[in-house]
């Protein structure tokens, strides 16, 4: 597969390398573990992905302590509804917690079709991992 960088992020394209193409055939995006993200960032890759229509993996591993509220509500909500078939969604070691969680929850339960969940090495509370059950009660997550 080509790879491409579209704003800072590692694109996975099966059928080229114009921007148009990653867009509208990506399948596959990995945030690079060392991107040091800010709100302005955030929005513009949530834009990115809102355009996106073959989107099945997002990796988002290891931005370790950036995620505020604002900047998943910048990444995952902003420009939604968002049209894709994700099936991986990977969201480990970053540090945030239930306030955090609660934020990107409808986001979640969108995803019907989603397969695998990553939330490992984040800092989710009981109450969260309450929250995130009851929402994930209408997806068929195969791992978690």
């Known amino acids: 597969a080509d790879r491409m960088k579209l704003f800072g992020i590692t694109c996975y394209d099966e059928n080229g390398s114009k921007i148009d193409?990653?867009?509208?055939?990506?399948?596959?995006?990995?945030?690079?573990?060392?991107?040091?993200?800010?709100?302005?960032?955030?929005?513009?890759?949530?834009?990115?992905?809102?355009?996106?229509k073959m989107l099945q993996e997002l990796c988002l591993n290891g931005n370790r302590g950036s995620f505020r509220e604002d900047m998943l509500v910048a990444l995952?909500?902003?420009?939604?509804?968002?049209?894709?078939?994700?099936?991986?969604?990977?969201?480990?070691?970053?540090?945030?917690?239930?306030?955090?969680?609660?934020?990107?929850?409808?986001?979640?339960?969108?995803?019907?079709?989603?397969?695998?969940?990553?939330l490992d090495g984040n800092c989710i509370d009981n109450e969260g991992a309450q929250l995130l059950a009851e929402t994930l009660d209408t997806v068929r997550i195969r791992r978690l």
């Open 76 to 118: 995952f909500l902003e420009e939604g509804p968002y049209n894709f078939p994700l099936k991986s969604l990977d969201l480990g070691n970053n540090q945030f917690g239930t306030r955090e969680l609660t934020t990107i929850l409808p986001f979640l339960k969108s995803w019907e079709e989603l397969d695998y969940l990553s």
């Open 21 to 52: 193409d990653i867009i509208n055939s990506a399948t596959k995006i990995k945030f690079p573990h060392a991107l040091h993200l800010n709100l302005d960032k955030c929005r513009e890759i949530g834009l990115v992905l809102s355009r996106c």
